[in-house]
């Protein structure tokens, strides 16, 4: 758990070698991110986005969930956007729905037609990474800012997805950081309290 005095950078620290750690246990991280995406699915049903568009991510081989998170997720959805990196820290979004390409951060992306952060208002519900999620719904993301950017203005019902471990009492956090709803880990799904 971090201290209260704990500072972003520190924190980011912590949890990227905690993944690193985990990354080496094939099978254990096998096993968690295939919870991961059945409690993604419940996470899904519970906020009434079966059938509707949603938005994921494809994780990068450290991240929660497996690698092919987003297309898994699409039997559960009208359509799945997932993020594409553009310069300044800003996102686009394309549909999850055949061939990607490594993207600017080493994340496949898709190579279809792009759309700006606001078709995420089309979405009933955003499952978003991070490194740590407070009892707030705080959200540690990478530090660029890239999905507090994405998320500004939204009204849309937002998940973090993460591993048990990264659920901690507080996130330092700024004006512009955006809180999420609910929290999607390994052990299941909750909605935050607030």
Same mark, same amino acid.
Request: glycine letters at 6%; charged letters at 25%; proline letters at 8%.
């Given at each position: 758990?971090? $201290?209260? $005095? ?7 620290? +912590? ?15 096998? /096993?968690? %991110? !295939?919870?991961?995406?059945?409690? &993604?699915?419940?996470?899904? *049903?519970?906020? =009434? ?6 938005? /994921?991510?494809? #994780? ?9 998170? &987003? !297309? ?14 553009? #310069? ?10 055949? /061939? ?5 951060? =080493? ?27 407070? !009892? +707030? ?17 939204? %009204?849309?019902?937002? !998940? ?11 996130? #330092?956090? *700024?004006?512009? *950081? ?17």
């Amino acid at each position: 758990m971090p $201290t209260p $005095t704990e500072d972003k950078r520190t924190l980011r620290a +912590r949890h990227t070698e905690f993944r690193r750690r985990l990354r080496r246990d094939a099978a254990r991280k096998a /096993a968690l %991110d !295939a919870a991961i995406l059945t409690n &993604a699915v419940a996470c899904i *049903d519970a906020f =009434g986005a079966r059938g509707a568009n949603i938005s /994921a991510y494809n #994780p990068l081989p450290t991240e929660p969930g497996p690698a092919d998170f &987003a !297309a898994q997720l699409r039997r559960h959805a009208r359509s799945v956007f997932v993020p594409i990196s553009l #310069p300044d820290c800003v996102l686009a979004w394309s549909l999850a729905d055949g /061939a990607t390409q490594p993207g600017a951060l =080493g994340v496949a992306e898709p190579t279809g037609a792009r759309f700006t952060s606001r078709v995420l208002s089309s979405c009933a519900l955003l499952l978003v990474p991070a490194l740590a999620v407070d !009892a +707030r719904g705080m959200r540690l993301g990478k530090g660029a800012g890239y999905y507090d950017r994405a998320l500004a203005g939204l %009204d849309v019902p937002t !998940a973090a997805v993460l591993y048990d471990e990264e659920v901690v009492d507080a996130v #330092p956090h *700024d004006a512009h *950081d955006v809180p999420v709803r609910a929290i999607i880990t390994p052990r299941g799904w909750r909605e935050i309290s607030v």
